[in-house]
């Protein structure tokens, strides 16, 4: 056997390996990019715990994930303690709502340009009976007739979120406690395949664009949550704290806040507040257009030296193409495009192309 034929034959081995592995781990590929999301992010945390800790790795990583675990269980017991109160009522509405039909409000013809259209459109599908379970057909929530189906559903979707939670926060821990093996190892493979220089320029950016996405992400939508929240308690909206919670849940997403303020919205409508309905609506979209369009793609683009356009197409990009996990995996596709881009007008001693 030539070498040729031996050097194919191990790359075969060895692509196949990978493969086999990947087919075998596909469903826990999702809690592990969280993980190790979160575990980029919070890596000089955790470098400052373990030292305090007189340089015990494996206290120091279970105290940090088990803090992190309870930034994100608190609110979510809070939030589920708040539905759980409503949910029978909410659930027997949306039942009844979809067996029987819902009428269009008068108010909706009385909106300027859209409010025939959006009454016809009503008219055709809201309120026709079976019409949500048509609305919705395709996904998991379109066959369902009564409250207790819909619970069913409900019941299972959280029950799988709650089981990749948990496989997010073992990894996550593991992930803190093997770090430094894990980093010596990923750079050993990258100054393997690649010149070291090289893997240094591309390895230090990842860390800075995570970091930076998550800085920009989670605490300017908490700052959304509690700016518009606000709002509601000034407006007068029932439970304006577990309104706020879930504005500022969803304005991690770029322009996921207006689904829920909207809502806030329409639900003051429906209470005779139409003032208080337009204050709302007016001031979450002020809030919104500032964070999302100066305040979110600054912090983001200042700390990876990213373009405005290439931080607002690597985040709205990634949602689209990979879901919740996109918001943070889409910036850093783009520091590393924008790295090769750079790399390309160099010239081979390091100085800029003309």
Known sequence: MTEFQRGMLSTGFSLTLIALAAFVMQRFFLPMVWAGILCV???????????????????????????????????????????????????????????DGVPPPELLQSIPLAGDTIHNWWLATLSQPHGLAHLFAGSGLGGFHSARDMMK???????????????????????????????????????????????????????????????????????????????????????????????????????????????????????????????????????????????RPGMIGNATKLPFLAVLFGILGGVETMGLVGLFIGPVVMVLFVTLWYEANLFEDGTPAA
């Open 153 to 295: 559903i409900l019941g299972t979707s959280f029950v799988h979120r709650l089981v990749d939670f948990g496989l997010a926060f073992l990894c996550l821990f593991f992930f803190y406690k093997d770090g430094e093996a894990l980093k010596h190892q990923i750079t050993a493979v990258g100054n393997h395949f690649f010149s070291e220089q090289r893997w240094a320029r591309y390895s230090h950016k990842i860390p800075t664009a995570i970091g930076a996405t998550v800085n920009g992400l989670v605490l300017v939508g908490l700052a959304e949550g509690l700016l518009i929240g606000i709002g509601y308690g000034i407006a007068g909206l029932p439970s304006p704290v577990l309104w706020a919670a879930a504005t500022g849940i969803l304005a991690i997403i770029p322009f996921g806040a207006p689904l829920v303020f909207l809502s806030a919205a329409a639900l003051l409508v429906f209470n005779d507040s139409v003032p208080a309905a337009i204050a709302v609506t007016v001031w979450g979209t002020i809030v919104l257009f500032v964070a999302d369009h100066f305040v």
């Open 41 to 99: 992010a919070t890596w000089p945390l955790y470098c400052r715990m373990r030292a305090r800790m007189g340089h015990r790795p494996v206290l120091a990583a279970f105290l940090l994930t088990m803090i992190c675990a309870c930034v994100f269980i608190v609110p979510v017991l809070l939030g589920v303690a708040q539905v759980a109160r409503q949910i029978p009522d909410i659930t027997n509405f949306i039942a009844g709502a979809n067996n």
